[in-house]
């Protein structure tokens, strides 16, 4: 079993040097990259300064060229550049950035704390509603409150959550005026008192976590459902019932432990969602989180800040899926890893 | 066909008619895409029928007039919507007959006197609205329904098509093949999809058919992973045991055992792959990563929409519709899921 779980976090190497290298490539193959973004500012800025008439001209020399591609490694063949950039990475170096000249690592860990705001509180709503939730649908199925319950289920079902993100900021902000338009606290947050504080930034998260929410809701609740209605027509339910045990009772007793399996498994998953967040929802709400600043820095092709975080990105994807199969394990003895057939 | 007429597709098949709300979404959800191939002929600046001086004209469809041919003293091509009010006032027997929407996914209609977005109004004949650009919000849902319903569509058939060649070759051949294509999907499926098709689609402005391989290129690995799980069960059956005790060859125990019976279930998975479609599609539309600017998209109309908040009509119709086309497929996916797999819970209490 250890040696299974050795095994799978020794493979995490491999893809995610695949992973990398391709996105690297990517970034490398297609032009407009930030070599071509500086000379068309340079030529803009040339342009702006010719009244001038300094500097002879816009564009830049063959030499400054050559220099900026070796600030930025672009003189080198694919590979070796990758390696030399993958060996930044093992020292924790992921470069600076090409638009702010900070180094990547500060400006990421500058964006933690709201993103990791955002996910562990919707993973924490997310288990806290969606599992009772689950639970009673399954064990009243067919009654009038499991019928309510699915329409809204289905509804976040069929919907993306970006799509519901956007509904509710055009209704709610956008319309009403109830919530704020967007960002993570008031612009007078340090002049309030700590109660209002909080107030303040549950005020403007309320309509991005439902947004959050909705993604998550319809699958997780539909799986705990579903899990327990299995369960409920197990054997062992019956003999639970033929020795005289309530529904309620036998279902806390018996069958909510096999049924949490499904849903474990799912953790693992949550956990890119807890610090990456979702960049859809980021940019509807302008959030300033891991998110948007990917998604600025794909439009500012900005490639030390992007690969950054598909580092961080790909690594808790890769981390998630082992740790979703330790949950498995831990929540189902029955199951043993890497013995023999599958 | 042999997979159609079996006792159990048409079980399935029953079992599908019986869930009634599945099936009349898959009505519904085939009329509206098929009037939306025919968008043309719902929303447009030309006419169905224009009848001058005892002639019938077709311009929809066939060679452009010019305002000449209408007694009118221009080249180009006239206003439809007001020669129809001319032809009215004149009462001279002349008439023009326009779709229900007379207004063209691409055309500009600026109102004198105010900015667009205009609101719905049925005088203008927008009941939707207009965009910021002062384009018949209505029209552009239809063109725009079309459009992701094709590139969903083509790229359900692509991923499918290398799916389950790769899938059934991982499943049926084994060995190091096999071993070399779980390596890369399991590169591939870990690579966050969407983010790298931004990366690409920000340095270059994708069409509709790069986009779509584009997509393609990263959506294969489900329906191989599926493929490759169900061709080894389905080998290591009996029946294909022996069909190689008689002798058959590799390429015809895969096509004539292996893909019949394995390729049903892939239907179950459809109306996901759809849903997915339009939602990837709708989402890079939004980001301005998707198909490039005029084409009507339901992403681009969004993105107006949250630019301009107080034109509430452009969020609203989006959504609407993006819910009643979801929601339908969604119901068509239960209803075949149930169909393929109908769960008989038991309850003891």
Known sequence: MLG????????????????????????????GGPIERMMTQAQLGGEAGSLHRSEGGGTLS????????RYYGFDKPLLSSYAIWLKQVLRFDLGLSTRYQDPVWDIIKERFPVSVFYGVTTLVLTYLVCIPLGLLKGMFHGSRFDNLSSAVVFL??????????IALISVFAGYYDWFPLGGFVS????????????????????LPLIAYLAGSFAVTTLMMKNAL?????????????????????????????????????????????????????????????IGLLGYEAIIERDYPIVMGILVISSLLYLIGNILSDICVAIVDPRIRFGGGSR | MNLLRNPVAQKRWQRFKQSRRGYISAWLLLVLTTLSFGAELLANHRPLLVSYQGELYFPTFGAQHSGKDFGLDIDYEPNYRELQAQFR????????????????????????????????????????????SGRDVLARLIYGFRTAMLFS????????????AIGCMMGYLGGAFDLFFQRIIEIWSNVPFLYVIMIVASIITPGFWTLLFIMAFFGWTAMTWYMRTATYKEASRDYVMAARALGASGSRIVFRHILPNSVSTLITFVPFSVASGITALTALDYLGFGLPAPTPSWGELLKQGTENMESLWLVGSVVVAMTLILMLVAYVGEAIRDAYDPRKFSFYE
């Open chain 1, 4 to 31: 299974y779980f050795v095994r799978r976090g020794l493979l995490i190497i491999p893809t995610f040097i695949g992973i990398t290298l391709l996105v690297f490539s990517i970034t490398r193959v297609v032009p």
């Open chain 2, 89 to 132: 006032d004149a009462d001279e027997g002349n008439w023009v007959l326009m779709p229900p929407i007379p207004y063209g996914p691409l055309e500009n209609d600026l109102i004198a006197g105010d900015f667009p977005p205009h609101a719905p109004s049925l005088t203008t004949r927008h009941y939707l609205g207009t965009d910021t």
């Open chain 1, 229 to 289: 209605m299995d369960n409920l027509s197990a054997d062992y339910m019956r003999t639970a019932a033929a020795k005289g045990l309530s529904l309620g009772k036998s279902v806390r007793r018996h069958a909510l432990r096999n049924s949490l399996i499904p849903v474990a498994t799912s953790f693992g998953n949550n956990i890119s969602l807890l610090i990456g967040g979702s960049f859809l929802i980021e940019t509807i709400f302008n959030i300033d989180g």
């Open chain 2, 153 to 164: 569509l083509v790229l359900l058939v692509f991923n499918y098509a290398i799916g389950v």
């Open chain 1, 62 to 69: 063959d030499e400054q060229l050559e220099e900026l591609k």
């Open chain 1, 156 to 165: 976040g079902y069929a919907l993306p959550s970006y799509v519901i993100g």
């Open chain 1, 187 to 206: 612009d007078n947050f340090e002049e309030l008192s700590p109660l209002a504080k909080a107030k303040d930034v549950f005020h403007h998260a309320a």
